[in-house]
């Protein structure tokens, strides 16, 4: 049973920086491609960042340079390290395996201006 679990998230001033984590039981992060989406208040999910087996990354035009995703693969863990961040990222932000229906709960992120 696959199962992926949020945390990290909370209430940051702009500018300011949190760190997302997401432990994933019942696969290994270390071989499988993992996304970060989020979904601010009426409108639709987007896709943020994307770590594929071999290491490589990819990100939202939104994010680039501000956010980092990364993973731990002896803590099957992925992570979204985000750093000056804008009101305009204020969104419950998921964890997937990709090209999967695998997804977490999602844990809130909410930026004050």
């Known amino acids: 049973q696959v199962q992926l679990v949020e945390s990290g998230g909370g209430l940051v001033q702009a500018g300011g920086s949190l760190r997302l984590s997401c432990v994933a039981s019942?696969?290994?992060?270390?071989?499988?491609?993992m996304n970060w989406y989020r979904q601010a208040p009426g409108k639709q999910r987007e896709l943020v960042a994307t770590?594929?087996?071999?290491?490589?990354?990819n990100y939202a035009d939104s994010v680039k340079g501000r956010f980092t995703i990364s993973r731990d693969n002896a803590k099957n863990t992925v992570y979204l390290q985000m750093n000056s961040l804008k009101p305009d990222d204020t969104a419950v932000y998921y964890c997937?395996?990709?090209?999967?229906?695998?997804w977490g709960q999602g844990t809130q992120v909410t930026v004050s201006a």
């Open positions: 019942g696969i290994r992060v270390s071989v499988r491609d």
């Open positions: 997937k395996v990709s090209t999967s229906t695998y």
């Open positions: 770590i594929i087996s071999s290491g490589a990354t």
